[in-house]
Each structure stands twice: as structure tokens, then as C-alpha cells.
């Protein structure tokens, strides 16, 4: 089974944009020995044709070799840009497509370790083998409410602040942390776990943020999220 992930779906509008492409094969990372990428805008219009791309033999990343320009994309910043990968393992070709989204100001993450353990003390004391942060999980919470946001039409990179979330990063970061830690359903991490779970969902249906809807650097409206809409 191939998985592919497109690790970087925001580009800074008014620059240009070098999408990061990963493909594991049966969960193993892998080197395609060749690929190409075209782009699309959102209308269907390809605006690339099957530029070459670099595979790096390290991080096994694929990228193109040259990065889309500005001039190969929209004068405003436009949503679900189209990119259609090609590559080639082992003989065999195959292709996939990712959507990726111009954007002023991309939204950041600004949740650390201290916050998790500002609410969950005992955290200090137990971590993964080989892990010395919760970096991973902190990371995982913010790309999925990032995605949560947008499935409900709306752009997180629209967020005025990305402090409005840091509530939500936390508890969701809390939620995956204590899930993993529990070995049975009568253990105390998965206690901790369904009321990390339940305080997100509540969170997440109740959040109101401050939202540029047109990008120009000014609050137009607030935005929320109704649990009848929440899709986990």
C-alpha cells in the first residue's frame, strides 16, 4: 500500500512555493527513482506540465526542481491549488493528487511542553523511549484542528492570532497523548484519555475566533464551529 503526504499544504502568497512530497510504501519512507509534478488552479486550468522533480537520497523527500513562482500563480491568494504527482517505483508508475492553498500568513503553532504540563502535571514524569518532548503529538494535535477548520469552510491561516487555539492544541495534544499511554480501558490514561476527548469536543463546538475573511490584516467577523457540523 502506498501512503503519500504532502508535508507543507500552505504557500506565502507573493512568494514562490516548493511543495515537500514523502511516499512510504507499506509504511516504510520511500525513494520513488523518478517523479514529476504539473499544477492546477482551482478551475481546472494546468498551469505546469510535468516539471521535473529532485529525490533526495536522505530525507527521501520530493520536490520540484525548480519552485512555482508567483507568475505561475494567481494575483490574490486563491484556494485548492492542484498539484498531480507522477513518480515511479520499482518500475511501476503511479500518480496522486494534493490540494494546497496561497495564503498571507500562514498559522503557526505556539504550544510547548510547559503547556501540557501546565494542565497535566504527571506528564513530566512519563514519557516514550527516546522522546525527550512532546513535540510530536503538539504537532499532530495543531495539523489536525488546522484540518478541522477547514472542513468546516473555513481557512485556518485566516485566524487573526493562532494563540485563539492554543486552548484547543493542548487538550486535543492531551487527548492523543493519553490515548497512546493507555495499555487497557481500565487504566487511568484512558480515564484521563475520554475526558481529554470530551473537553475537546465541547472546546472545538463552542470556539469563536477572530477571522480575516478578505486578508487584509483586519478582524471582518467571528466564526464558530456547531457540534451538529463537528467531523472527527
Not at 76 to 93: F, M
Not at 133 to 156: L, Q, V, Y
Request: with cysteine; net charge negative.
Amino acid at each position: 500500500m502506498h501512503s503519500v503526504k504532502l508535508t507543507n499544504s500552505e504557500a506565502l502568497f507573493d512568494a514562490n512555493y516548493t511543495p515537500e512530497i514523502k511516499v512510504y510504501v507499506d509504511g516504510v519512507l520511500t525513494a520513488p527513482s523518478t517523479a514529476t509534478i504539473s499544477l492546477f488552479w482551482a478551475n481546472g486550468d494546468e498551469k505546469v506540465t510535468d516539471r521535473a522533480c529532485t529525490i533526495n537520497g536522505t530525507s527521501k523527500a520530493i520536490t520540484p526542481t525548480t519552485a512555482f513562482t508567483t507568475a505561475e500563480r494567481d494575483t490574490k491568494p486563491l484556494e485548492d491549488y492542484r498539484l498531480l504527482l507522477k513518480y515511479t517505483i520499482s518500475g511501476v508508475a503511479y500518480w496522486t493528487n494534493f490540494l494546497f492553498d496561497d495564503c498571507r500568513t500562514p498559522l503557526t503553532c505556539s504550544v510547548i511542553d510547559a503547556d501540557l504540563l501546565m494542565y497535566a502535571p504527571e506528564l513530566a514524569d512519563n514519557r516514550w523511549n527516546n522522546e525527550t518532548t512532546f513535540t510530536k503529538p503538539i504537532e499532530r494535535s495543531f495539523d489536525d484542528i488546522r484540518r478541522m477548520i477547514k472542513e468546516k469552510g473555513n481557512r485556518a491561516c485566516l485566524l487573526v492570532d493562532g494563540q485563539q487555539v492554543n486552548d484547543l492544541v493542548v487538550t486535543h495534544a492531551l487527548e492523543l497523548i493519553c490515548y497512546d499511554f493507555a495499555k487497557t480501558t481500565d487504566d487511568i490514561w484512558w480515564a484521563k484519555y475520554l475526558k481529554a476527548a470530551e473537553r475537546f469536543q465541547a472546546e472545538f463546538a463552542n470556539l469563536h475566533v477572530k477571522y480575516d475573511a478578505d486578508e487584509d490584516g483586519a478582524v471582518d467577523e467571528e466564526s464558530g464551529f456547531s457540534t451538529g457540523y463537528l467531523i472527527r
